[in-house]
């Protein structure tokens, strides 16, 4: 008998190996994103990497690339706008590290409201994507 209540199952994301591995080996994230634009993960490493440099803007923007072409990646993988987003499952990361990188420059340039819902999100999504990266 099928749990009515239990909610959505958990949405796990195709990995794009040839991406993954690209960064992995030290392609930079540019040419990762120019070449594979749908990969939330290079989106996120760049969002990452000019955070870190103090360009909150730009990091503002790669993360917000990252997490709308993740968003798109959810819904075609049965994800409908809620449910479980498992940090365990590695091709997931990218698009929660953007919904991270995007609630962090939000936050630095003054868009309160919508870091705060993006941390939620993210704390939805799984409470280990926020614990691993909040750190």
């Known amino acids: 008998m099928e749990n009515l209540l ?19 080996s030290g392609v930079k994230p540019s ?5 594979f ?13 000019y955070f870190a440099q103090g360009h909150a803007v730009t990091s503002y923007a790669f993360a917000r690339t990252g997490y709308h072409r993740g968003l798109d990646q959810l819904r075609r993988n049965g994800w409908k ?7 365990e499952h590695e091709a997931n990361r990218g ?8 609630a962090r420059a939000a936050q630095s340039i003054g868009e309160k ?7 939620q999100f993210l704390k939805d999504s799984d409470p280990a994507a926020y614990d691993a990266l909040a750190k």
Do not use: K, M, N
């Open 81 to 87: 706008g809620h449910g479980p987003i498992p940090w």
């Open 95 to 102: 698009f929660l590290r953007c919904l991270y990188s995007l």
């Open 37 to 49: 634009p749908a990969y939330p993960g290079a989106w996120a490493a760049l969002a990452e990497e």
């Open 6 to 24: 239990a909610g959505p199952p958990p949405t796990l994301l195709p990995d794009l190996p040839e991406a993954r591995e690209a960064l992995e």
């Open 113 to 119: 409201d919508e870091a705060e819902r993006c941390i």
């Open 31 to 35: 040419d990762v994103a120019a070449r």
